[in-house]
């Protein structure tokens, strides 16, 4: 008895009633999880987006904070620098302003010839110290008076002047940059009321008189 051997050309076993394409195998089907990969892609780049845009948001916002800061501290440095400023030269001022009679016995002295010896020396240390302090004295004859820097004490007319004139300085002025200290004291002068006019009528009436002198030298306009 002969063994069979199965050749290559046999077939699967196929149940009854089946058909031979139920024998071969069937492609497998594409998976739901691979159908929905790429909308699970576009899903995340957005919500990347979208944290990229708060980022971005709240960066320009700390950015804004940053600079409105920075601006508040330069104001802040600037006022505290003018307001530093300021309660110095006001100090100076009262300092100096308590010396303002020490000053007004020098110059007498000087006018007077006093000022000699020590009492020099010191009196020239000291107008050296102030002048370093930035204390200017002001106030001259002959220049135009100012209400706002000038304080009259004496007035007067002359017929020399054209406007209200210092003629004498009583107690000069003093003054730290543009901060007046205290005022010159003053004697002025106004031009002498009706001296103007009077030049002026005086000048018609010299005019009128030639006039009459040529009519009477040629015989008047009715003779001839």
């Known amino acids: 008895m002969t063994e069979e051997t199965p050749g290559f050309d046999e077939k699967p076993d196929v149940p009854s009633g ?11 089907a594409p998976s739901s999880e ?7 892609d576009a899903n995340e780049n957005a919500g990347l987006v979208a944290q990229l845009d708060q ?17 508040e501290y330069q104001n802040y440095r600037r006022r505290v620098e003018r307001d530093r400023v300021a309660v110095k030269e006001v100090a100076v001022a009262n300092l100096l302003s ?5 000053l007004d016995d020098i110059g007498r002295a000087r006018e007077h010839g006093e000022l000699v010896g020590g009492f020099k ?17 002001f106030g001259k004859e002959g220049e135009p008076f100012d209400p706002t820097i000038h304080e009259a004490l004496m007035h ?12 004498a300085i009583l107690q000069p002025g003093y003054r730290i940059g543009e901060r ?12 002498q009321p009706g001296a103007q006019p009077a030049k002026a009528e005086e000048g018609t009436e010299a005019t009128d008189g ?15």
Do not use: F
């Open 18 to 28: 089946a058909s031979p394409d139920d024998a071969e195998p069937k492609a497998a």
């Open 34 to 40: 691979e159908g929905a990969a790429p909308a699970g």
């Open 55 to 71: 980022v971005r948001t709240a960066l320009n916002e700390r950015t804004a904070d940053l600079q409105r800061l920075q601006a």
């Open 98 to 102: 308590e010396l303002l009679p020490m």
């Open 121 to 137: 020396s010191v009196a020239e240390s000291l107008e050296t110290v102030i002048a370093k302090m930035g204390l200017q004295q």
């Open 156 to 167: 007067s007319y002359a017929p020399d002047v054209t406007e209200t004139t210092c003629v």
């Open 180 to 191: 007046t200290i205290r005022p010159a004291r003053v004697a002025v002068a106004e031009p």
């Open 210 to 224: 030639s006039d009459s002198a040529e009519n009477k030298e040629s015989g008047g306009p009715d003779e001839g």
